[in-house]
Every structure is written in structure tokens, then in C-alpha cells.
């Protein structure tokens, strides 16, 4: 398992979070954007998945807000 990055997956769960809250965060190790989200998805299974990103929670939410 070598090259594997530091990723942020933010993520949403709908029955939780207002329209204008924040996306959560879940960080992990991955081989790329598709590993990441597969990961998030395995430990939240009704999430939806808003953005990856290879880094931390707060510059993966600059990064997303950007957009």
C-alpha cells in the first residue's frame, strides 16, 4: 500500500445539517479521490459526498467554497 495521500472527503447528511451548515469532514489515507469517497461512504452509507480533496478539513472547505 505505498502512495497512498492524506485526503478529506466532505460530506453531507441531509437528515442532520441545515442547507447552510458546513459539509463534515472525514480524513483517511487513500490511492486517489475515487479510494477516498469509497472509504467515506463504507463508514457513512447514507452520506452524500459533496468534494474530495488531498489535504485537511479546513483548506479542503476553502477549496470547495472557492467553487
Known amino acids: ?6 485526503c478529506t472527503v466532505l460530506y453531507r447528511i441531509e437528515s442532520t445539517q441545515g ?10 489515507q487513500a490511492e ?3 479510494h ?5 461512504l463504507n463508514a457513512y452509507p447514507n452520506c452524500d459526498v459533496v468534494w474530495v480533496y488531498e489535504g485537511k ?3 479542503a ?5 472557492r467553487e
Not at 442547507?19 to 483517511?28: H, R, S
Not at 477516498?36 to 467515506?40: G, I, K, S
Open 1 to 6: 500500500m505505498e502512495n497512498l495521500k492524506f
Open 19 to 28: 442547507v447552510l451548515d458546513a459539509p463534515f469532514g472525514f480524513e483517511c
Open 32 to 34: 486517489d479521490a475515487d
Open 36 to 40: 477516498a469517497e469509497e472509504q467515506c
Open 57 to 59: 478539513y479546513q483548506d
Open 61 to 65: 472547505l476553502n477549496d470547495y467554497w
